[in-house]
């Protein structure tokens, strides 16, 4: 059935009652309801628009009107109409009501189907699926469904920026969850690319900046030189041993070296900056913080929605928000006490933010759920050991001596062992715990576990 045919029948229909009992009306709206009985509408429409501009107190005319023009997929015009004869009188109110739902209903499912049908070999439907639902919001404006499935369509097109205007008058008209938490993950997309940019624009530069705080860490002068390259210069040691410095002018650092391990670091005035542009990286930073304030409606409306928590989770790390992220995850916890995952992220939080003790408990909480979780061995063994690289630092800077980071290697040693034998062919687990037997001064096998991740990064077996 053509899709005019309810409206058309609805407006004969008070048509023949007009003809009844309405003889005496103007001549221009007296010939639109015969060119409507004839199916002329558009001459019909002519009239009842000279009849609305010299009788605007007609209310059948605006309703025949709007009738029309909704035929004619003309939806703003219907919507003036429609509104005008409602203003008069509700006569009409049920038909008007009943007209627009359907012209919104064929509309919207006329825009799922070709959105179903749309694909790269086959993008013309994305644009026939927008404009199905572009008429529909225009039958039917009250309703944030509709802009949903136009964001959607945008979205799936790849244009985000109108995707993102959808989803967000979704949320404003009728607080459409699903709009909520797409809204989220369009502005991390967003910052994902300014990120993206930002280390695309500054990659030469960041890569030397990656390279010399690794270098700052390293105890090996072969790795010294696989990330910062030859050296400016070269201070020979007294005569005898095989102690050198090694003098790098960019970066105004030095490293003293004895035979193959670095012994002593020096760091010279004004210090290593490299000029970076972070333009981009500020832009991401401000797409990050509106996905935190999306995402956070959507979990306080969703609390149990791992998937968008985990989409949260990524938006406060790169914002470097971690006290929210804890916050977060440690009510995740509560809702969900057996969620390995959840356990594991808090743990990884918990440890950056110098909380120690709390991050040990999560990751044993972790295994306990799953006691082969490499993954979760790993993190705390190195979590032992931060805790004791931690303690190290903190008495260097009192100049005093606490030998309580030794308890901490020693804890984190057999948690290391059992990652080494399920990461068997990882150079940095092997890095790890020989760091780990140095500082416990088992040297035999500090020298044997560097040994075996040397050996990985050259490919020998």
Known sequence: MDRRIVTVVLGLAVA???FQGYQCGSPEFTGAKVHIQQKNYKEAIRLLEIEVQKNPGNEEAWFFLGGLQADQGDYDGMNTAFNEALKLSPKHAGEIRAIRYNHWGQNLNAG??????????????FEKSIEAF??????????????????YAYNNKGDFANALASFQRAWDMGKDLESIKRIGRIYVMNGDNHKGKFETDNAEQLLALRNYSEAKTVTSKNDVMRLLGPPDNINKGPRGTRKEEWIYNAYNFAVSVDGDKVVERKYFQPGYTPRIDSTEF???????????????????????????????LKAYIESNRMEPAVREFERAIASEPENKTNHYILGVLYRTVGKFEEAVAQFKEALRIDPNDCEALFDLAATYYNWGVDIIKAAQEKETQ???????????????????ECKKDDASVWDTLGQIYARLGQQDKAMKAFEKADNMRRGVN
């Open 16 to 18: 023949s009652l007009l």
């Open 112 to 125: 799922v189907s070709y959105l179903e049908r749309a694909s790269g070999d086959s993008a013309h439907y």
């Open 134 to 151: 572009r008429k529909s919001v225009s039958a039917w404006p009250d309703t944030s469904l509709t802009y949903r499935y136009l964001a």
């Open 282 to 312: 500020r832009l991401a930073q401000q797409e990050y913080i509106k996905a935190i304030d999306a995402l956070e409606i959507a979990r306080n409306e969703d609390p149990k929605d791992n998937e968008t928590l985990q989409v949260l």
């Open 402 to 420: 606490d030998d309580t980071f030794k308890e901490k290697f020693q804890a984190a040693l057999p948690y290391m062992e059992k990652v080494a």
